[in-house]
């Protein structure tokens, strides 16, 4: 099928096609559809669709570490992808939510709706600007913000308080 063929392309010799997601489908009587148009008939389908890419040597070291562990990798995907697939496993878990990853240097939003990814949006802004502003803030290392950051998290109403250092609760 296209997504197939899509997964084939190049960006360039260093970087390669890890997942094709789409996220719109449009027939030819210009019916719009936000998830796959199974049992529709149509003479044509245009799909939108982000492609994702990541260099090929890190690609490869994710595989090569997850073989060298003795596992099988069957299938590359981007991240959201991944916990969309995982998350509706706890029915505690809406059909529809936002999933949002922080990472250090870039945090991204995605929606899911019933398992796919509706829409997904990249901001300048990680988890490093969180713990330098904790460092700033409360005149600690960068090092000790960080610690606290991810040991502790972060509540604005808190119910409760937890020494953590000589002088400093949260």
């Known amino acids: 099928n296209c997504l197939s063929q899509l997964r084939k392309i190049k960006f360039n010799e260093t970087t390669r096609v890890v997942d094709v997601i789409p996220y719109k489908y449009v027939l030819n009587n210009n019916e719009t559809l936000y998830e796959p148009p199974l049992g529709k008939i149509s003479s044509q389908l245009t799909v939108h669709a982000s492609i994702y890419g990541l260099e090929n040597k890190l690609v490869d070291g994710y595989i090569k570490a ?69 460092s700033d803030k409360l005149r600690l290392s960068f090092k000790d913000a960080k610690m606290l950051k991810e040991k502790y998290g972060m509540d604005i109403e808190p119910s409760f308080k937890c020494p953590v250092f000589e002088k400093y609760s949260i």
Request: charged share 15%; with cysteine; net charge positive.
């Open 66 to 134: 997850c073989t060298d562990a003795s596992l099988n990798v069957r299938q590359v995907v981007i991240s959201p992808l991944a916990a969309s697939m995982y998350l509706p496993k706890n029915e505690r878990i809406p059909s529809a939510y936002y999933l949002l990853n922080i990472g250090a240097k870039i945090s991204i939003l995605t929606l899911i709706n019933r398992g796919l990814i509706v829409q997904n949006a990249c901001f300048n802004f990680g988890g490093d600007k969180i713990t330098q502003s904790l």
